[in-house]
C-alpha cells in the first residue's frame, strides 16, 4: 500500500461513474411512483410495489457509488497532480460548489418556478426571490444536492490528506467514522447546504480511497471472482432492501455494499470485450466526457414531462415511466451538446492576449 500506482485512468471506475449517472435519470423516473417524500413531493399518487423495490434498490447504489469513484479519483488526482490544500480547496470549489450556485440560479430556480414544480425546500406557489434565495441557503437543492455533501466529504480528507497512506490510513479510517457518527449526533438537524447528508459520503468517499491502494491487487484478480463479490453484494443489498430495515447503521451498510456491487459488477465487465467496444462507442464517450453536466441538467426534464403526462397516462405506471425516459435522454443531451457549443462561441469571442504583448 501507499505506492503511487502508474496511470491516470481506471476504466472500470470510469464506467462506474458513468453508468451510475445515465442509471440516475431512470432512477428518477421512477420516483413519482413511490410514495411521496420531502425530497421528491410530486407524485402520481400511486405507490407501485415493484416500483418501490427496485428504486430502493438503485438508490443504494447509484449515488454511493459516485461517492466512492469521488474518493478514487480524489486520491489518483493527489498522487499524480500534488497541490497545496488551498488549491485543492479552489478546484472544489470551482467543480462542486460553483456548479450548484450556477445551475441552481440559471436552471432550477427558473424552471421551478415557471412551472411551479413543488420540491424539496421549495413549496408550491414561491415566487422567484423566495426560491433563489432558498437555493442560495443551501435549502432549495433538488437534484443538486449531491453537489454539496461530496463538497464536505472532499473538505474533510483534504484536511487529513497526510494520513492517506501506509499504516496512517488506520487512523484516516476511524476518523471518517468518527465524523460520520458526529454528523448523524449532532449535525443532522442542520439542513442548510445538505451538512446533514455528508455522513454516508465521508464513509463511502474513504471505500474510494482504500479501493485506490488495493487497486494493483484487485486488478490481478480474474473475473469469475469480480463475479462472485458482486453476486454476494447482491444477495446482501438485496436482502436488506427487501427487509426494510430503517435504521442508520443498516443504511450505511446498504451503500457501502451498494457502491461497491457497482463497483466489481463494472471490474468484471472491463475484463470483457465489450468494454472496449463501449470505449469505442462515441456515444459512450460523449456521456462519459459529460457525464457530470448530464447530471446537473436532468432532473427538471422529467418533472415538466411528468407534469404534461400524468393528466394523460399517469394511471398506466410503467408506460409513464417508459415515456419520462424516452423523453427525458434526448432531452438531456441536446441540452450537454448546446451547452457546450454556447461554451465555446463564449470562448472563441474572448481575446486571447499574447504572452509578452
Not at 434498490?57 to 454511493?64: I, M, R
Not at 414544480?117 to 444536492?145: E, K, N, Q, Y
Not at 454539496?148 to 484536511?159: D, E, M, Q
Not at 426534464?301 to 419520462?324: A, D, E, H, K, R
Request: hydrophobic share 50%; glycine share 6%.
Amino acid at each position: 500500500m501507499g505506492k503511487s500506482n502508474k496511470y491516470t485512468k481506471n476504466i472500470a471506475i470510469s464506467e462506474t461513474k458513468t453508468f451510475a449517472i445515465l442509471l440516475v435519470i431512470f432512477y428518477h423516473c421512477m420516483l413519482f411512483y413511490r410514495n411521496p417524500t420531502i425530497v421528491w413531493p410530486l407524485n402520481a399518487g400511486i405507490a407501485s410495489p415493484g416500483v418501490i423495490a427496485l428504486s430502493a434498490f438503485l438508490g443504494a447504489c447509484l449515488v454511493p457509488s459516485l461517492a466512492l469513484c469521488s474518493g478514487f479519483l480524489f486520491l489518483l488526482s493527489t498522487r499524480n497532480h500534488p497541490r497545496s490544500r488551498w488549491k485543492m480547496l479552489k478546484n472544489k470549489v470551482k467543480r462542486l460548489i460553483g456548479p450548484y450556485f450556477i445551475y441552481g440560479a440559471l436552471w432550477l430556480v427558473p424552471l421551478y418556478t415557471f412551472f411551479d414544480i413543488p420540491t424539496m425546500g421549495r413549496p408550491l406557489h414561491t415566487d422567484f426571490v423566495s426560491g433563489f434565495l432558498a437555493m442560495c441557503m443551501g435549502l432549495f437543492t433538488d437534484h443538486l444536492w449531491f453537489l454539496l455533501p461530496l463538497f464536505w466529504a472532499t473538505l474533510f480528507f483534504i484536511i487529513i490528506r497526510n494520513l492517506l497512506d501506509g499504516k496512517k490510513l488506520i487512523v484516516a479510517s476511524a476518523l471518517s467514522v468518527i465524523a460520520a457518527v458526529c454528523v448523524e449526533l449532532f449535525l443532522a438537524d442542520i439542513h442548510y447546504y445538505c451538512i446533514a447528508e455528508s455522513g454516508p459520503f465521508l464513509v463511502v468517499f474513504f471505500i474510494g480511497i482504500l479501493l485506490y491502494h488495493f487497486n494493483e491487487k484487485i486488478e490481478k484478480w480474474n473475473l469469475k471472482i469480480y463475479c462472485i463479490i458482486s453476486l454476494a453484494l447482491f444477495a446482501v443489498l438485496g436482502l436488506f432492501v427487501y427487509l426494510n430495515i430503517d435504521n442508520t447503521v443498516v443504511s450505511y451498510i446498504e451503500q457501502i455494499s451498494g457502491a461497491l456491487l457497482f463497483y466489481f459488477i463494472f471490474m468484471a465487465v472491463s475484463r470483457t470485450s465489450f468494454s472496449d467496444k463501449l470505449n469505442q462507442s462515441r456515444f459512450y464517450n460523449f456521456c462519459e466526457s459529460h457525464s457530470m453536466n448530464i447530471y446537473l441538467l436532468n432532473c427538471p426534464f422529467m418533472q415538466i414531462y411528468f407534469l404534461l403526462l400524468n393528466p394523460l397516462i399517469g394511471t398506466n405506471v410503467y408506460l409513464t415511466i417508459l415515456c419520462l425516459w424516452i423523453l427525458s435522454y434526448p432531452s438531456i443531451f441536446i441540452a450537454v451538446w448546446i451547452q457546450n457549443k454556447l461554451k465555446m462561441a463564449l470562448v472563441n469571442k474572448i481575446p486571447i492576449q499574447k504572452i509578452g504583448g
